[in-house]
């Protein structure tokens, strides 16, 4: 049975720096696609960042050259390193892993139960 769970969120001032950590069990991120989304309230779940097999990034334009994926395949672990961070960048973030998927599209077939984060100005 596949489990994602994610760490590391909190709250953290305006121009702070976070980063997010997704552990999982189940799967083996070197042969997974893996992606972080996040969902503000009363707003759609958007994705953040995606990372292939060949550790080739995507990032929505709102976070381009603010934040970081990266993954540990040795550890088995995801993360978003986040920084320069906004209060809109508040969202519960969530990590998503599929075998065959690679993109900020939600179709992602593993998630996890998501980690919040706040920004405060």
């Known amino acids: 049975q596949v489990q994602l769970v994610e760490s590391g969120g909190g709250s953290v001032q305006a121009g702070g720096s976070l980063t997010l950590s997704c552990a999982a069990f189940g799967i083996t991120y070197s042969s997974n696609c893996m992606g972080w989304f996040r969902q503000a309230p009363g707003k759609e779940r958007e994705g953040v960042a995606s990372i292939d097999r060949v550790d080739s990034t995507r990032y929505a334009d709102s976070v381009k050259g603010r934040f970081t994926i990266s993954k540990d395949n040795a550890k088995n672990t995801l993360y978003l390193q986040m920084n320069s961070l906004k209060p809109e960048d508040t969202a519960m973030y969530y990590c998503?892993?599929?075998?065959?998927?690679?993109?900020?599209?939600?179709?992602?077939?593993?998630w996890g139960h998501g980690t919040q984060v706040t920004v405060s100005a």
């Open positions: 998503a892993a599929d075998y065959v998927y690679c993109g900020l599209r939600q179709y992602y077939s593993n």
